[in-house]
């Protein structure tokens, strides 16, 4: 786990919110956690990381991030806003492929309880463990995941159940490194993953027209 300060308290000196944006409802930066106020790191409220509202947010530390133009993207944003989907949502996809699509291989070259379906790559793991539509299946029956693929709706539904279930955190360690890190979520590896996603939340409500555009927004984080 991360020990320095500034991996803690803001510049302003308030304490970074554990939650992250969870804990902000209006979005504004600011969240609420054990009866103090706390800043949603890369949100609007986190001046070490660019929440000026002008989209030039410093890369989370140790990160390489960017951007550049997807010609279609805005329309697939369009799509998944259109089913449910939040900015997180949104980021989480944007990080994990530049088209925000379903056109990587077959579980993303896996099986069992570690096969990916989705846009956001969900696991199967915490697929039939978090989203009632799964419930009760077992890691043989992965196979059942393909169809969140084309369906938009039961996949942001599924999305939403399993983070509800895990408890935000503990879903970004899971949903990075599956049993692995459900069992040790504290790993700079999934920081960093968590980091890049909330980077990538941040530019998109930084401006509004990031939410249709088709800038795609990245990190750089190792594939797993």
């Known amino acids: ?9 803001a510049p302003n000196g308030y304490p970074y919110c554990a939650q992250g944006s969870a804990t902000d409802p209006d979005g504004d930066g600011w969240g609420w956690e054990n009866g103090k106020s706390c800043v949603v790191r890369y949100g609007k409220a986190d001046q070490a990381g660019g929440g000026s509202g002008d989209g030039t947010a410093a890369c989370p530390p140790g990160l390489w991030c960017g951007s550049y133009a997807v010609g279609g993207l805005g329309a697939r944003k369009g799509q998944l806003s259109g089913a449910g989907a939040t900015s997180l949502d949104l980021a989480i996809a944007m990080l994990e492929s530049d088209r925000m699509s379903t056109d990587y291989p077959y579980g993303d070259g896996k099986s069992g309880d570690s096969a990916n379906f989705s846009v956001f790559k969900q ?8 989203c009632a539509r799964f419930g009760g299946q077992n890691a043989g029956q992965w196979n059942n995941g393909q169809v969140l693929t084309s369906d938009f709706g039961a996949d942001l539904t599924c999305l939403h159940q399993d983070q509800n279930h895990y408890g935000l955190n ?5 949903h990075r490194n599956g049993a692995s890190g ?8 999934i920081a960093d993953y968590r980091d890049a996603v909330y980077w990538i939340k941040g530019r998109i409500e930084a401006n509004g027209a990031n939410l249709s555009n088709d800038t795609r927004f990245w990190v750089e984080v190792p594939a797993i």
Do not use: E
């Not at 786990?1 to 308290?9: E, F, H, K, L």
């Open 182 to 189: 459900l069992s040790n979520p504290n790993t700079k590896d």
């Open 170 to 174: 503990t879903w970004f360690a899971g």
């Open 1 to 9: 786990m991360r020990g320095s300060r500034a991996d803690i308290v």
């Open 123 to 130: 696991n199967w793991l915490m697929l039939h463990s978090g």
